[in-house]
């Protein structure tokens, strides 16, 4: 599959700008290394039950004062899984690039409400997270990003892109 993907990339590449190309080969790198360092997925499921054993299920009456189910504590598998993990990193990364362009800090990120936070995320051209958790490795790529700034070894990579909308973007309107 992915061979085929970089097949067509390489034809349709006389028709693709060299920087959108450079992305998506990157991406097509980055779904690559997900899948070969992330853990075997494992099938998780019911038993095997024997045939004879199953027996028809009647539901019991409730009564409609009982008491509320608690809430179950089980991990999600498609929330944690190695697939889930790969698509929380690529947005993160989208945000991280966008709001270290604009020179909004993580602090200031995880402070904003989440209409504020989907509307900054729709303009980073990703689909609002659900979670969270996607905006706080956002915020732990930002902390690497400011690391590599500081030490000065790749400016151009370090180097905010689009400061000029840190006023529209810093503030909740």
Do not use: C, Y
Not at 64 to 71: G, H, L, N
Not at 138 to 158: F, I, K, Y
């Amino acid at each position: 599959m992915v061979a085929a993907l970089r097949h067509t990339l390489e034809e349709q590449s006389e028709n693709i700008p060299a920087e959108v190309l450079e992305r998506l080969n990157g991406i097509i790198r980055s779904a690559v290394h997900s899948i070969d360092t992330s853990p075997e997925i494992v099938a998780v499921g019911l038993p095997d039950i024997e045939p004879e054993v199953l027996e028809p299920v009647v539901a019991e009456e409730t009564s409609v004062d009982s008491a509320p189910a608690a809430e179950s504590t089980a991990v999600d598998p498609f929330r944690h899984g190695a697939h889930a993990e790969a698509n929380r990193m690529l947005k993160a990364r989208q945000l991280a690039r966008w709001l270290w362009d604009r020179d909004i800090g993580g602090d200031q990120v995880l402070g904003f409400s989440n209409k504020w936070r989907n509307k900054i995320a729709r303009a980073a051209g990703v689909n609002p997270p659900s979670t969270l958790e996607t905006w706080t490795v956002a915020v732990d790529l930002m902390g690497r990003m400011q690391q590599l700034a500081d030490s000065g070894t790749q400016p151009e990579a370090s180097e905010r892109q689009h400061l000029d909308e840190h006023d529209q973007w810093a503030a909740e309107q």
